[in-house]
């Protein structure tokens, strides 16, 4: 079993940065992938950013290509997301899943509980 928990959430002005962070306990992240998704208000969840075991790879949504950096800790357990350039369309509800790189929600075993981001214009 894995427990995925993330922080670093919280109200920002538009071109802010903030980091996120998905913490696991349980079977180490360091022995599987692992993607950001989010859910906007009222929208369905949608993919983010995904990086595998070692770090080497990622990938990322058009959407915040350029502006979202993706990273691990493996010693820590801890995966990153660096996000720069916020605009008032990243407010969501973001999410840590794994295992996997998917851009597809339903293939991912486990989540975490989220957290908020809210970007004021």
């Known amino acids: 079993q894995v427990q995925l928990v993330e922080s670093g959430g919280g109200l920002v002005q538009a071109g802010s940065s903030l980091r996120l962070s998905c913490a696991a306990s349980?079977?180490?992240?360091?022995?599987?992938?692992v993607a950001w998704f989010r859910q906007p208000p009222g929208k369905e969840r949608e993919f983010v950013a995904s990086?595998?075991?070692?770090?080497?790879?990622?990938w990322y949504a058009d959407s915040v290509k350029g502006r979202f950096t993706i990273s691990r800790d493996n010693a820590k357990n801890t995966v990153y997301l660096f996000m720069n350039s916020l605009q008032p369309e990243d407010t969501a509800v973001y999410y840590c899943?794994?295992?996997?790189?998917?851009?597809?929600?339903?293939?991912?075993?486990?989540w975490g509980q989220g957290t908020q981001v809210t970007v004021s214009s």
């Open positions: 990086i595998d075991f070692n770090g080497r790879k990622s």
């Open positions: 349980g079977r180490t992240t360091g022995s599987y992938a």
């Open positions: 899943a794994g295992p996997g790189l998917d851009s597809d929600a339903r293939r991912y075993r486990y």
